[in-house]
């Protein structure tokens, strides 16, 4: 795959990348860096999908510490071993907790707008 | 025709102290297949072994073992076998790995390869043989492999 600007498809390989706000904490003063964020993802892969699991590359690519919102990016046939891990990751040290996935989308671009929201005038 | 069709997975259990291989028996295989797959695919791979995996016959005096997989999951629970290094029975552990020599939809064709398999064997390895009793020995076991898998 080429360097930074990899959101466009080329030779079928596409990447996917997900937007989600996680984890929604019990405790919500807890603070995660970035390498904690990603470790506790490789975490929740391992135990869903094993060794295997936790050998898929995804990315980070944006991560916010106060709402613990992050950009990931996965190839396409990792998707749905992301999202279910995501799905029933339920604790961290202790604490109850939950993915919310806002947007999934092929494309980089697509995510800074939902059209949901939109407001027009 | 509705019909459940499995994979059965004729393997080679090799380990470097032939005695020790006498120790193993099927329930013993059967845990470190389950642990294997348990540390390599995760909750999603312990839950294809639970139903419809098992050990079908186990042969401690050559260590060969029929291994029964669903037809839809066997390459997943395959993939995990090479990370299979010791097997636990009776408190030992014993260093040993798997080959797998033949994939069949039936035991029967497992069978008819297992006793060409053997005949290969028995033509490479008795010109090799120094004196009689290894002769026979081998001789007698691939004969006993042939009767009991019936």
């Given at each position: 795959m080429k360097g930074v600007s990899t959101q466009k498809k080329s030779t079928g390989y596409?990447?996917?990348?997900?937007?989600?706000?996680?984890?929604?904490?019990?405790?919500?003063?807890?603070?995660?860096?970035?390498?904690?964020f990603k470790q506790f993802i490789?975490?929740?892969?391992?135990?869903?999908?094993?060794?295997?699991?936790?050998?898929?590359?995804?990315?980070?690519?944006?991560?916010?510490?106060?709402?613990?919102?992050?950009?990931?990016?996965?190839?396409?046939?990792?998707?749905?071993?992301?999202?279910s891990s995501l799905t029933l990751l339920g604790s961290y040290q202790d604490q109850a907790c939950a993915f919310r996935i806002l947007q999934v989308s092929p494309f980089l671009l697509a995510l800074t707008g939902n059209s949901r929201e939109l407001q027009l005038d | 025709?509705?019909?459940?069709?499995?994979?059965?997975?004729?393997?080679e259990i090799n380990v470097t102290d032939k005695s020790r291989l006498l120790l193993l028996d099927d329930r013993a295989v059967m845990?470190?297949?389950?642990?294997?797959?348990?540390?390599?695919?995760?909750?999603?791979?312990?839950?294809?072994?639970?139903?419809?995996?098992?050990?079908?016959?186990?042969?401690?005096?050559?260590?060969?073992?029929?291994?029964?997989?669903?037809?839809?999951?066997?390459?997943?629970l395959w993939s995990a076998l090479p990370f299979i290094t010791c097997m636990e029975t009776r408190g030992q552990k014993?260093?040993?790995?798997?080959?797998?020599?033949?994939?069949?939809?039936?035991?029967?064709?497992?069978?008819?390869?297992?006793?060409?398999?053997?005949?290969q064997q028995l033509h490479r390895l008795l010109p090799k043989c120094?004196?009689?009793?290894?002769?026979?020995?081998s001789a007698e076991e691939a004969d006993s492999e042939e009767d009991e898998v019936v």
């Open positions: 596409q990447r996917v990348v997900l937007k989600n706000s996680a984890p929604v904490l019990e405790n919500e003063s807890t603070r995660l860096s970035a390498v904690e490789i975490t929740g892969l391992k135990i869903l999908y094993g060794e295997v699991g936790a050998a898929l590359t995804f990315d980070v690519l944006k991560y916010d510490e106060d709402s613990r919102t992050a950009f990931l990016r996965v190839p396409s046939r990792g998707l749905v071993k992301l999202w | 025709m509705v019909r459940i069709k499995s994979r059965y997975l004729l393997c845990t470190a297949v389950r642990t294997a797959v348990a540390r390599i695919h995760g909750d999603y791979g312990a839950a294809q072994c639970i139903i419809g995996v098992s050990v079908k016959y186990m042969n401690a005096h050559t260590g060969m073992v029929f291994l029964r997989f669903p037809k839809r999951c066997y390459k997943l014993i260093p040993c790995f798997l080959n797998c020599l033949h994939v069949g939809g039936t035991i029967r064709t497992c069978q008819k390869f297992l006793i060409r398999y053997n005949t120094k004196n009689e009793e290894t002769r026979e020995t």
